[in-house]
């Protein structure tokens, strides 16, 4: 349970321990998923979601409130993150994250539509998905397919995808936490639930994969 | 698969996250539950999308380790006493 914003920052700038341990533990999972766009690794990402909150207690007494206390401490964690990532000088496609939506990837392979060109169904289903078996769609091996699939994604999927639907933020909390516009932010989600839903059909329907 | 004048098949799977989302204008909209009422093939599609953020969303989030959570707290202490 996180207190509103005023009170919170008051409570932490007091030395409030109950307040920032609770506040440390509610968006731990977020910032990790953040993290690990830029890191190579769930221990380095873990690593950089300390270094964050070092520097967050550090900067607290400037925190103006011109943006949530959330929003400002996601952006010192992608700063964070960026800082570490140049200085192991690995090279991340930042630019895919800013502008996702000028690199065209279909949600379903093409191949499963009839031509454009079809005389009574163009651009209709040639092979369309198959309900698939409730009862299985809630087994742990499906669960760990899942996982699986959302592991695999480009790093800028994976995280918007776990933040809205496994962490259940909002669009804008996703959009201001990552610096997204609201197209971008819906490009990322929507590859990245087409992905992992042709993963579920592969693994629950193969016949029609 | 039969009201394909307005909006294939191919066309639709593109605009789900929009219509989840919401954001769809009133023609899209309107074009894309005509073409629903009409297509067993996007109903289906569109329910396995609902099924896959139902299964996303039973995943756990992760939770702080002990260790982590115990060296957060020593470093809050040692902040309060600068």
Same mark, same amino acid.
């Given at each position: 349970?996180?207190?509103? @914003?005023?009170?919170?920052? $008051? /409570?932490?700038? =007091?030395?409030?321990? $109950?307040?920032?341990? =609770?506040?440390?533990?509610?968006?731990?999972?977020?910032?990790?998923?953040? /993290?690990?766009? #830029?890191?190579?690794?769930?221990? !380095?990402? &873990?690593? !950089?979601?300390?270094?964050?909150?070092?520097?967050?207690?550090?900067?607290?007494?400037? #925190? &103006?409130?011109?943006?949530?206390?959330?929003?400002?401490?996601?952006?010192?964690?992608?700063?964070?993150?960026?800082?570490?990532?140049?200085?192991?000088?690995?090279?991340?496609?930042?630019?895919?994250?800013?502008?996702?939506? +000028?690199?065209?990837?279909? $949600?379903?392979?093409?191949?499963?539509?009839?031509?454009? @060109?079809?005389?009574?169904?163009?651009?209709?289903?040639?092979?369309?998905?198959?309900?698939?078996?409730?009862?299985?769609?809630? =087994?742990?091996?499906?669960?760990? !397919?899942?996982?699986? =699939?959302?592991?695999?994604?480009?790093?800028?999927?994976?995280?918007?995808?776990?933040? +809205?639907?496994?962490?259940?933020?909002?669009?804008?909390?996703?959009?201001?936490?990552?610096?997204?516009?609201?197209?971008?932010?819906? !490009?990322?989600?929507?590859?990245?639930?087409?992905?992992?839903?042709?993963?579920?059909?592969?693994?629950?329907?193969?016949?029609?994969? | 698969?039969?009201? %394909?004048?307005?909006?294939?098949?191919?066309?639709?799977? *593109?605009?789900?996250? *929009?219509?989840?989302?919401?954001?769809?204008?009133?023609?899209?909209?309107?074009?894309?539950?005509?073409?629903?009422?009409?297509?067993?093939?996007?109903?289906?599609?569109?329910?396995?999308?609902?099924? %896959?953020?139902?299964?996303?969303?039973?995943? %756990?989030?992760?939770?702080?380790?002990?260790?982590?959570? %115990?060296?957060?707290?020593?470093?809050?202490?040692?902040?309060?006493?600068?």
């Amino acid at each position: 349970m996180t207190l509103p @914003d005023d009170e919170l920052v $008051a /409570a932490l700038r =007091a030395g409030d321990e $109950a307040a920032f341990a =609770a506040v440390v533990r509610d968006w731990h999972s977020g910032l990790l998923r953040v /993290a690990r766009i #830029f890191t190579p690794s769930r221990a !380095v990402a &873990e690593e !950089v979601v300390q270094e964050t909150w070092l520097r967050v207690l550090g900067a607290l007494d400037r #925190f &103006e409130g011109r943006s949530s206390l959330k929003t400002w401490v996601f952006r010192i964690l992608v700063n964070t993150a960026k800082t570490r990532a140049q200085r192991e000088s690995r090279s991340i496609p930042f630019s895919a994250l800013h502008d996702p939506a +000028r690199v065209p990837e279909a $949600a379903v392979d093409p191949d499963r539509f009839l031509a454009d @060109d079809h005389p009574h169904h163009p651009g209709g289903w040639e092979s369309p998905p198959r309900e698939l078996p409730e009862d299985r769609l809630i =087994a742990s091996e499906t669960r760990a !397919v899942i996982e699986r =699939a959302i592991e695999g994604l480009p790093a800028s999927q994976r995280a918007v995808i776990s933040l +809205r639907d496994i962490e259940g933020w909002s669009s804008d909390e996703v959009r201001n936490a990552l610096d997204l516009s609201e197209v971008n932010q819906r !490009v990322l989600l929507h590859r990245a639930r087409a992905r992992v839903r042709q993963a579920l059909e592969d693994y629950l329907t193969p016949e029609n994969a | 698969m039969i009201d %394909t004048e307005a909006l294939s098949c191919q066309e639709l799977v *593109e605009l789900v996250t *929009e219509y989840l989302e919401g954001a769809l204008g009133e023609r899209d909209l309107r074009a894309f539950e005509e073409h629903l009422a009409h297509c067993d093939g996007c109903t289906e599609y569109l329910e396995q999308i609902r099924a %896959t953020i139902r299964v996303v969303g039973s995943l %756990t989030p992760n939770d702080l380790t002990q260790a982590a959570e %115990t060296a957060l707290l020593k470093a809050f202490r040692d902040w309060k006493r600068s």
